[in-house]
C-alpha cells in the first residue's frame, strides 16, 4: 500500500476532526501516503456535516473537488451528510456517522474491485425515525492529532435533545458514552506525547452517562479523574447546556485544579417566546440563574455561547429581545448563526419562515454586540497575568495563543518561545479580535 496515497478533509464539528484524525492514523499505519487533500491521490475521504444548508453545499463541492481531482480515484463520503443523503451519485464508499473504522476495509476491496456499498450509522434508520440509544459507542483508541498544541478527546457521541430545529439526533443518534477508562488510556498517551491542554468534544458532552444509568458517569466526574494524569495542565470544556450546570456540576469544576475557566454555554436565543419554540427546555431566567452561579464560583469566566438569528416566526421585538439578553449577560463572545432549514425537523414546517434580508440584517446586527462584548472583556484583562497555551507564530513576528478564559492571545515572539509551551504574560492592549499581551 505504501504507493498508494490518501487524502482527507473535514467539515464541521470537533468531533468530526477528531474521527477524521482517527481514520487519518489508521490508513498511515495501514500503509497509505497520507498527502493534503489538495494534492493529487488515489483515495479521498471527506467527513461531511449537515448542521446548515450551507454545510451541505460545501461537502457536496468537496465531493466535487475531489473527483475533479482525479476522476479514476476512490471517492468516500462519511459523516451526517452521506447519512441523510444516502443515494449520493460518483462516489465509492457511502459510511453513515457511526462504522467509519470500516472505511479503511472498504477501501482494500475497492482497490481491487470496484463497487458501492453504505454502511449506516447509528442515526436514521430505514423506517426515518432515529436510530435506538442502545448502539455501542464506537472505540477509535488513542488518536494523535495534528495539532501541536492541544489534543481533542472525544467522550460521547449523538443526542437525546430533539430541538425543533436540529438534524443532528436524525445523523448521530442517541447518546452513546465512551467508556471512562478507554478515555483516560487516551488522555495518558497524549500527555506522553507532550500534549499539556485536552479539549473534552462530543455532540452532546452534558449527557455524558445519561446511557450507563450509573452513579459516577458524569462529565465533571470524568474531568475530575483526567486532571489526575501527570503531564495534563489545562482541561477544557466543550459546548455545554443551561440544564447541565447543577450545583453539583459547579463544584466539581470549582474542585478540579486542571480545568479552565471558559464555559461555552449554548444560549440560542434571548428571547422565551423562540427558546419554546425552539424546544430548548429552559428560559432566559434559568440561564441568568446559571450564569450567575458561574461567576459566583469563578472570577471573570470566559463566557462564549451560540445564537441563531432568523428562527421561523422570530419577530423584530423577539429579535430585539434576544440581544438584550445577550448585552445583559456580558459574553466574552457570540458564535452567531443564520437559521438554516433542515428537512426532517420540526421547524422546518413551521410558518413564518424570515427572509434572507432580514436574516442577514438581524445577523449583523448580533456579531456587532459580539464585537462589542469581546472588546470590553478583552479589556478588562489588561494588567492581569494570563498563562497562555502558545499555538502558532504569524508573518508580523507575533505569536498566536489562548487564554484560560478562552481570550485569543498575541504575543511577540522570540527563539526561546515555542508552540506547544504555556508560558506567563501580561495584557497591555485590547482589540475585539485579540488581547495583545507581553
Not at 491542554?197 to 466526574?221: F, K, N
Not at 437559521?339 to 426532517?344: F, L, P, Q, T, V
Request: proline letters at 4%; hydrophobic letters at 35%.
Amino acid at each position: 500500500m505504501s504507493c498508494v496515497r490518501a487524502a482527507f478533509h473535514t467539515l464541521g464539528c470537533k468531533t468530526n476532526h477528531y474521527e477524521t484524525d482517527a481514520l487519518r492514523q489508521q490508513f498511515a499505519s495501514a500503509g497509505f501516503t497520507v498527502v493534503p487533500f489538495d494534492e493529487y491521490a488515489e483515495v479521498y475521504l471527506i467527513n461531511t456535516c449537515t448542521v446548515t444548508g450551507e454545510a451541505g453545499r460545501k461537502s457536496r463541492q468537496m465531493l466535487h473537488r475531489a473527483r475533479r481531482a482525479n476522476p479514476d480515484a476512490i471517492l468516500v463520503a462519511l459523516g451526517c451528510y452521506s447519512e441523510l443523503e444516502k443515494f449520493l451519485t460518483d462516489v465509492d464508499v457511502i459510511i453513515g456517522t457511526g462504522g467509519k473504522q470500516n472505511a479503511l476495509a472498504q477501501v482494500c476491496d475497492l482497490l481491487r474491485a470496484r463497487g458501492c456499498h453504505y454502511f449506516p450509522g447509528p442515526g436514521l434508520c430505514a423506517t426515518g425515525r432515529a436510530a435506538d440509544s442502545g448502539t455501542a459507542y464506537e472505540e477509535y483508541g488513542s488518536v494523535f492529532q495534528q495539532s501541536e498544541t492541544r489534543a481533542y478527546v472525544k467522550v460521547e457521541d449523538g443526542c437525546n435533545n430533539f430541538c425543533s430545529y436540529c438534524v443532528i439526533p436524525l445523523t448521530r443518534g442517541r447518546v452513546r458514552s465512551r467508556d471512562a477508562e478507554a478515555a483516560l488510556n487516551e488522555v495518558e498517551a497524549l500527555a506522553g506525547a507532550g500534549y499539556h491542554e485536552i479539549v473534552l468534544t462530543g455532540i452532546h458532552i452534558c449527557s455524558y452517562g445519561a446511557d450507563r444509568g450509573q452513579p459516577g458517569w458524569t462529565i465533571m466526574e470524568l474531568a475530575g479523574q483526567m486532571a489526575a494524569v501527570d503531564g495534563i495542565e489545562r482541561i477544557r470544556l466543550g459546548s455545554l447546556e443551561p440544564r447541565s450546570i447543577t450545583d453539583e456540576f459547579v463544584a466539581l469544576a470549582k474542585k478540579n485544579p486542571c480545568l479552565l475557566p471558559h464555559f461555552h454555554l449554548s444560549l440560542q436565543s434571548g428571547s422565551d417566546a423562540i427558546l419554546k419554540r425552539m424546544h430548548r427546555r429552559y428560559t432566559t431566567g434559568e440561564y441568568r440563574e446559571v450564569v450567575g452561579k458561574l461567576r459566583a464560583a469563578f472570577p471573570d469566566p470566559g463566557l462564549t455561547t451560540d445564537v441563531i438569528v432568523g428562527f421561523p416566526g422570530e419577530t423584530e421585538q423577539e429579535h430585539q429581545e434576544s440581544l438584550a439578553f445577550c448585552r445583559e449577560i456580558g459574553f466574552s463572545r457570540l458564535h452567531v448563526f443564520r437559521y438554516s432549514k433542515r428537512e426532517g425537523t420540526l421547524a422546518a414546517t413551521f410558518p413564518g419562515q424570515v427572509d434572507k434580508k432580514t436574516m442577514i440584517r438581524r445577523s449583523q446586527a448580533m456579531i456587532e454586540l459580539s464585537d462589542a462584548l469581546a472588546l470590553t472583556y478583552h479589556r478588562r484583562q489588561i494588567g492581569k497575568q494570563q498563562k497562555v497555551l502558545l499555538e502558532q507564530s504569524g508573518p508580523d513576528g507575533l505569536m498566536t495563543g489562548y487564554s484560560p478564559e478562552y481570550v485569543p492571545v498575541r504575543v511577540a515572539s522570540n527563539p526561546n518561545l515555542l508552540a506547544g509551551q504555556i508560558v506567563s504574560v501580561t495584557g497591555i492592549r485590547a482589540t475585539s479580535e485579540f488581547l495583545f499581551c507581553q
